[in-house]
């Protein structure tokens, strides 16, 4: 397993402002996400972070609204840029520790409310 | 592509007693794998059981078991002895190939005193 977590846990934003999102795991793991759920929603998968590269990006969701970072094997951020009430959501990563295994571990997720 | 439906929004159980929540999904790939998560309202995703598809024995873990049935593409899971700290949100997802993860809606667990 892997132990994750995420820092801001919540925060409040002005319109138009951007927050970034840490995401930490205890250890090395070969793949991370991030995830939006929206009240009361699912899970919906914003982006794949590739270590050392471009991250890979679901529909509906693009690189310059939510830059993704990866600078190696624990860490990654997620930034979401020129907010608006809309992106009130929370948002979490995840991880799978290892290759051959499917199960993703989550972080607690970040709450964010845009005014 | 992989789909996944929760048909059941919201559930309600007695405390210590058994219930059933009900997991639909479709997927084109050969090797998958299926997950339950409950989300406590603290927001944690806690992983509560897998099943890899290629297994014809049904996972358990402790009182959580599920109930696979691969050509019907359903996937229960049984909450035996419920207890009030299993009142939760509780996700069925599946996973294969590129290994993300497709979710379904959830279903809204309550366990009643």
């Known amino acids: 397993s892997a132990v994750i977590s995420q820092k801001p846990s919540r925060d409040i934003c002005q319109r138009g402002t951007s927050l970034t999102i840490q995401c930490q795991v205890d250890?090395?793991?070969?793949?991370m996400f991030w995830y939006r759920q929206q009240p009361g929603q699912s899970l919906t998968l914003i982006a794949t972070?590739?270590?050392?590269?471009?991250?890979?990006?679901e529909s509906g969701f693009v690189i310059d609204k939510f830059p993704i970072s990866r600078p190696n094997l624990t860490f990654s951020t997620l930034t979401v840029s020129n907010m608006s009430p809309e992106d009130s959501s929370i948002y979490l990563c995840?991880?799978?520790?290892?290759?051959?295994?499917?199960?993703?571990?989550f972080g607690p997720g970040t709450r964010l409310t845009v005014t | 592509a992989q789909t996944v439906t929760q048909s059941q929004p919201e559930m309600s159980v007695q405390e210590a007693e058994t219930v059933t929540l009900s997991c639909t999904y479709d997927t084109s790939e050969s090797n998958y794998y299926l997950f339950w998560y409950k989300q406590p309202p603290s927001r944690q995703m806690i992983l509560v059981i897998r099943q890899e598809a290629y297994k014809q024995q049904n996972a358990t873990e402790n009182r959580f078991s599920v109930n696979f049935q691969k050509a019907a593409k359903s996937f229960s899971l049984k909450i035996s002895d419920s207890q009030l700290g299993d009142t939760a949100m509780y996700f069925c997802?599946?996973?294969?190939?590129?290994?993300?993860?497709?979710f379904g809606k959830g279903t809204k667990l309550s366990v009643i005193p």
């Open positions: 250890s090395q793991v070969t793949m």
């Open positions: 995840s991880a799978i520790p290892g290759t051959g295994a499917y199960e993703q571990y």
């Open positions: 972070a590739n270590q050392g590269s471009e991250a890979t990006y």
């Open positions: 997802a599946s996973g294969a190939g590129s290994y993300q993860l497709t």
